[in-house]
């Protein structure tokens, strides 16, 4: 079956993630590539989009993780320099 947009919405928004978790989720979605699943914004970029501090952000990515819903890939630049994590929904 082909996941499409509403596939990853209907999934979280069914699941018994707390309600941060399921916003957090919903801002990756929104950066999403619709066809690889895969984003990568920054932990600040989605407090601003959820809404939420940078520190709650941080834990409800931890939550999406430890259940499945995400898989997190920490990137690195060229001179080893952190960047953003990159995520691909589940």
Known sequence: MD????YFYRKI????LPANAVNVYKVLLQYAN???????PSVRTIA???KLSERTV??????L???GYILRIPRQR???G???NMYFLN
Do not use: G
């Open 82 to 84: 952190f960047t953003s």
């Open 78 to 80: 060229e001179n080893n």
């Open 48 to 50: 601003h989009d959820s």
């Open 13 to 16: 928004c069914s699941s018994d």
């Open 58 to 63: 941080r834990r409800q990515l931890n939550v």
């Open 34 to 40: 619709r066809t690889t699943w895969c984003c990568f």
């Open 65 to 67: 993780v430890s259940h």
């Open 3 to 6: 996941k499409d947009y509403m």
